[in-house]
């Protein structure tokens, strides 16, 4: 159980395009969403925070219109890259908590998407 | 303030030997701690989760964690390693045991296992 997907698992792109990357919970409901960046060989960097059906909380210096995330329903957040330069190239991972009391401290991990920005 | 604090950036161990990750954390509150196994382009898998319950928490695949609040720490062993054991590993925090609240990442542990 606490399955978490990732679509796509990889994807590069020019500069300048959009990319729009979808995190599922594919045998829960998730109370809450939360979106990662990992650089290579480094640990995960909290970007944002999101509940189903209200606006995601940013992490400091995690700038909102560049990473829009929309959280439509309790089993999927998508986190949209806009207008992608190289720098922004890197791997994202998404996590969800689930909907029960007594164990919403403890996140489930999608596999990560790829990103890479020509 | 809290903080994790991954003692180790690599550990290498030859295949069938003991495995020992470090971690210490400081918390202000009584935290509920994890360890997650990250294999290479992979998402982040739990291993286990420490919260409050028994000191001695088991896990995934042999691996356990003690917690010992007096050194404030919660080392992660495996009796017997396996090549499929090499991973990145992370120690993390949940700051208020129980409820939602941010997770704190350990920098992480390679580990690497030989023939």
């Known amino acids: 159980g606490a399955v978490v997907s990732q679509h796509p698992s990889r994807v590069i792109c020019k500069s300048g395009t959009s990319v729009k990357i979808e995190c599922r919970s594919l045998d829960f409901q998730a109370t809450t969403m939360f979106w990662y960046r990992q650089f290579p060989k480094q640990s995960l960097m909290l970007m944002a925070t999101?509940?189903?059906?209200?606006?995601?909380?940013?992490e400091q210096g995690v700038e909102k219109d560049k990473f829009l995330i929309n959280h439509a329903s309790l089993t999927l957040s998508t986190l949209t890259v806009t207008s992608a330069h190289p720098e922004d190239s890197s791997f994202y991972i998404c996590?969800?908590?689930?909907?029960?009391?007594?164990?919403?401290?403890?996140?489930?991990f999608g596999p990560g998407t790829r990103l890479l920005v020509l | 303030a809290q903080s994790v604090t991954q003692l180790d950036s690599h550990v290498s161990v030859s295949e069938g030997t003991p495995v020992l990750l470090r971690c210490n954390y400081s918390?202000?509150?009584?935290?509920?701690l994890f360890w997650y196994v990250q294999h290479p382009n992979k998402g982040l898998q739990l291993l286990l989760k420490y919260t409050s319950a028994a000191t001695l928490v088991k896990g995934i695949n042999g691996f356990e964690a003690e917690f010992k609040k007096s050194e404030t720490s919660f080392h992660l062993t495996k009796p017997s390693a396996h090549m499929s054991d090499a991973a990145e590993y992370f120690c993390v925090v949940s700051p208020f045991s129980g409820g939602y609240n941010k997770l704190i990442f350990g920098a992480g542990t390679r580990l690497a296992v030989h023939p």
């Open positions: 999101s509940n189903e059906g209200s606006k995601a909380t940013y």
């Open positions: 918390s202000s509150y009584s935290p509920s």
């Open positions: 996590s969800a908590s689930l909907l029960r009391t007594g164990d919403q401290e403890t996140q489930y």
